[in-house]
């Protein structure tokens, strides 16, 4: 749910476009670092630039990299250091081919990585997490579908008792990937914002948790943490 670039127009789109890769032109040879995510894990390896030729540009990049732009369809580029650039850059996907690790792309724009201030490592869930909320009496169906020790997306239905800024106190289930042992956690949170002009809706929670279930929770979120890395390395194998 959490918006990793903004798009950057300095001149026109075209115009960037063609500055973009007039400036790659010069760099052949040189290293690049991509960002993607993959189930908002982030996946960012160096990259080698290959060629620059008919508003494309090839690059040479780690298997993982190749498998998430391959996903995505896009490619987030750091700002090089020493560099023509002042923005970090953005790129549609033209060609992926994961086991020669390599990728083309193209419609180059300006872009500002935004992903950086994130303060938590947030995951997404396959299987979404059950969550007792009551607000009011009323109990409130909902899941998480993602979460971070900061907050989490949950996915709920109705949204007429849920307002920004409101205080509420939901019990996350949280399910031990190994034993299948489920822990109740109980917490402090706040109502962020509301996504969605129709049901499914998603609210966006930010915890306010005591040591104890911050501790579980972390636990929780490095456990799939290394699942979503297993499944990385697996995918297309």
Same mark, same amino acid.
């Given at each position: 749910?959490?918006?990793?670039?903004?798009?950057?127009?300095?001149?026109?789109?075209?115009?960037?476009?063609?500055?973009?890769?007039?400036?790659?032109?010069?760099?052949?040879?040189?290293?690049?670092?991509?960002?993607?995510?993959?189930?908002?894990?982030?996946?960012?390896?160096?990259?080698?630039?290959?060629?620059?030729?008919?508003?494309?540009?090839?690059?040479?990049?780690?298997?993982?990299?190749?498998?998430?732009?391959?996903?995505?369809?896009?490619?987030?580029?750091?700002?090089?250091?020493?560099?023509?650039?002042?923005?970090?850059?953005?790129?549609?996907?033209?060609?992926?081919?994961?086991?020669?690790?390599?990728?083309?792309?193209?419609?180059?724009?300006?872009?500002?990585?935004?992903?950086?201030?994130?303060?938590?490592?947030?995951?997404?869930?396959?299987?979404?997490?059950?969550?007792?909320?009551?607000?009011?009496?009323? =109990?409130?169906?909902? &899941?998480?579908?993602? %979460?971070?020790?900061?907050?989490?997306?949950?996915? +709920?239905?109705? @949204?007429?008792? *849920?307002?920004?800024?409101?205080?509420?106190?939901?019990?996350?289930?949280?399910?031990?990937?190994?034993?299948?042992?489920?822990?109740?956690?109980?917490?402090?949170?706040?109502?962020?914002?509301?996504?969605?002009?129709?049901?499914?809706?998603?609210?966006?929670?930010?915890?306010? =948790?005591?040591?104890? &279930?911050?501790?579980? %929770?972390?636990?929780?979120?490095?456990?799939?943490? +290394?699942?979503? @890395?297993?499944? *990385?390395?697996?995918?297309?194998?």
């Amino acid at each position: 749910m959490f918006k990793y670039f903004d798009k950057i127009v300095r001149a026109t789109p075209s115009e960037d476009t063609l500055m973009i890769l007039q400036n790659m032109k010069g760099m052949i040879g040189k290293k690049f670092s991509f960002l993607n995510y993959y189930k908002e894990i982030p996946v960012s390896y160096d990259a080698t630039l290959l060629a620059v030729e008919n508003e494309m540009a090839e690059f040479e990049v780690h298997e993982y990299q190749a498998k998430v732009v391959n996903i995505e369809k896009r490619a987030l580029i750091y700002c090089p250091e020493k560099s023509p650039f002042a923005d970090d850059i953005f790129g549609d996907a033209f060609y992926v081919n994961i086991a020669r690790k390599k990728i083309i792309l193209c419609k180059f724009s300006y872009a500002k990585i935004r992903s950086d201030m994130r303060r938590y490592v947030r995951v997404v869930l396959d299987k979404p997490l059950d969550i007792d909320l009551i607000i009011d009496g009323k =109990p409130i169906d909902a &899941s998480i579908i993602d %979460i971070s020790l900061g907050g989490a997306a949950m996915r +709920v239905m109705d @949204i007429d008792l *849920l307002t920004p800024g409101l205080a509420v106190s939901p019990c996350l289930k949280l399910v031990d990937h190994g034993t299948g042992r489920i822990t109740e956690v109980d917490l402090n949170a706040t109502v962020v914002r509301i996504v969605g002009d129709a049901a499914p809706f998603i609210c966006l929670l930010e915890f306010h =948790p005591e040591k104890n &279930s911050q501790q579980q %929770i972390a636990y929780f979120i490095n456990q799939r943490q +290394v699942e979503i @890395i297993k499944e *990385l390395k697996e995918l297309g194998n």
